[in-house]
């Protein structure tokens, strides 16, 4: 286990029947909700891809054990990364590429029962008038009712990029996405033009010593948060 705030479990789901629930999420969003991808060809009603099986696959449970979320971190290899096929990058940011070590943030997936309201988006926050109002708020009662859900995946995505000598997160996003992200003060910055991949999104990369040093200059309890669990070792910055 990676995580645990006041509402859901974070964890590493490999080599586990939660794996299996996390291809019908993203099936549910993807080709049924959503319509980005052509149901038909996920015959078993899981939507799986070639990057799977270079992927650590995380999954957030609810107090039931029901999969409320889930996202992987794509990790490098002979078949490169999802944004290489979707995405153009700028010429400078591929040079500064190859000499970084990077992960790719793919298939975030937020099931229906945990959006807000149904406004909200794929990702429960295209209305992020309530997220503000937690991100801001820095007494312990109403701010440590637990960050919202997509950030509870990004925390166990965090500490296991850095057990992992990951320095940077890649992840292609919309902008009610990027929203968020700026709430909690993530350093994303664009490194290509918006495309059109599972509707409009942005290539954006993101250094982890710079995270750091944002969320320690500006939140005390989102980076005790990040840190809580994670061995000292990766606690310092690089």
Same mark, same amino acid.
């Given at each position: 286990?990676?995580?645990?705030?006041?509402?859901?479990?974070?964890?590493?789901?490999?080599?586990?029947?939660?794996?299996?629930?996390?291809?019908?999420?993203? !099936?549910?969003?993807?080709?049924?909700?959503?319509?980005?991808?052509?149901?038909?060809?996920?015959?078993?009603?899981?939507?799986?891809?070639?990057?799977?099986?270079?992927?650590?696959?995380?999954?957030?449970?609810?107090?039931?054990?029901?999969?409320?979320?889930?996202?992987?971190?794509?990790?490098?290899?002979?078949?490169?990364?999802?944004?290489?096929?979707?995405?153009?990058?700028?010429?400078?940011?591929?040079?500064?590429?190859?000499?970084?070590?990077?992960?790719?943030?793919?298939?975030?997936?937020?099931?229906?029962? !945990?959006?807000?309201?149904?406004?909200?988006?794929?990702?429960?926050?295209?209305?992020?008038?309530?997220?503000?109002?937690?991100?801001?708020?820095?007494?312990?009662?109403?701010?440590?009712?637990?960050?919202?859900?997509?950030?509870?995946?990004?925390?166990?995505?965090?500490?296991?990029?850095?057990?992992?000598?990951?320095?940077?997160?890649?992840?292609?996003?919309?902008?009610?996405?990027?929203?968020?992200?700026?709430?909690?003060?993530?350093?994303?910055?664009?490194?290509?033009?918006?495309?059109?991949?599972?509707?409009?999104?942005?290539?954006?990369?993101?250094?982890?010593?710079?995270?750091?040093?944002?969320?320690?200059?500006?939140?005390?309890?989102?980076?005790?948060?990040?840190?809580?669990?994670?061995?000292?070792?990766?606690?310092?910055?690089?």
């Amino acid at each position: 286990m990676l995580k645990i705030n006041h509402s859901f479990r974070t964890n590493i789901i490999d080599q586990t029947v939660l794996l299996h629930h996390s291809y019908r999420l993203r !099936y549910n969003v993807y080709c049924i909700e959503r319509r980005f991808l052509e149901a038909k060809a996920y015959p078993e009603a899981m939507e799986t891809d070639l990057f799977d099986k270079y992927s650590i696959h995380f999954g957030a449970l609810d107090r039931e054990g029901n999969l409320a979320g889930a996202v992987r971190l794509v990790r490098p290899s002979a078949i490169g990364l999802p944004m290489w096929d979707a995405c153009e990058i700028f010429p400078n940011e591929l040079e500064q590429l190859r000499k970084i070590s990077c992960a790719e943030v793919s298939r975030l997936a937020i099931s229906r029962t !945990y959006r807000r309201r149904s406004e909200d988006g794929l990702y429960g926050t295209d209305n992020t008038k309530d997220f503000e109002n937690i991100a801001r708020n820095n007494t312990d009662n109403e701010r440590r009712q637990g960050p919202p859900l997509v950030l509870s995946l990004y925390i166990a995505v965090y500490q296991t990029a850095k057990r992992n000598g990951v320095t940077h997160l890649l992840a292609a996003t919309e902008k009610s996405l990027q929203r968020l992200f700026r709430l909690y003060y993530f350093p994303f910055r664009p490194i290509g033009p918006e495309v059109d991949y599972f509707g409009p999104v942005t290539p954006y990369i993101m250094d982890l010593n710079e995270l750091d040093y944002e969320l320690e200059r500006h939140d005390p309890f989102l980076i005790a948060d990040f840190l809580d669990g994670l061995e000292p070792e990766f606690c310092q910055r690089t």
